[in-house]
């Protein structure tokens, strides 16, 4: 049998965050806050965020040259599918590395008030390409980036 050329994958991670959805909101609307917690230490060379449904995203920056990939150029590349303000994000994506195309994805932002603040609960369904970093690795960046994001959040 053939290596399969594209894996599929979903997974769900749930987190809660002591701020109301409007704040976690916000933080995935306003550009300066999620450059802040998206791209975070990384030499950012673009971040553009049209946030509206239609509007597009576009991210480009490179890798700590410490990192396993180096000094990497990552490029992430989406557009806003649906959004329900303070309720719900959609966004279909694209990621590349150096140039070379290694997922699409369909990212799902779920925000559910609660007693004591937020429930996220991020959807995440890909097909990853030949050489990509993989549901695994793919899935533990997103834990990293909704720890940012509780950063973010304890900002006044």
């Known amino acids: 049998m053939e290596k399969q050329s594209v894996i599929h ?13 409007g704040r976690v909101f916000a933080a995935f609307a306003d550009p300066v806050a999620k450059q802040r917690w998206f791209v975070g230490d990384h030499k950012v060379e ?13 991210v480009l920056y ?10 990497a150029l990552i490029r992430n590349e989406g557009s806003y599918l649906d959004i329900v303000p303070d ?13 070379r195309l290694i997922s699409a994805a369909l990212l799902t932002i779920e925000l559910v008030e609660t007693a004591s603040g937020t429930d996220l609960v991020c959807t995440h369904q890909a097909a990853f390409f030949e050489g990509a970093d ?16 509780a950063e973010e959040l304890s900002r006044p």
């Open 9 to 21: 994958n979903t997974f769900v991670i749930e987190r809660s965050f002591p701020k109301k959805p």
């Open 46 to 58: 673009t971040f553009k965020e049209d946030f509206r449904v239609g509007g597009n995203e576009r």
């Open 62 to 71: 490179r890798m700590d040259p410490k990192s396993p990939i180096g000094a």
């Open 87 to 99: 309720q719900r994000i959609v966004m279909g994506s694209t990621m590349a590395v150096n140039d």
């Open 134 to 149: 993989g549901p695994q690795m793919r899935e533990a960046g997103w834990r990293q980036l909704f720890a940012k994001l």
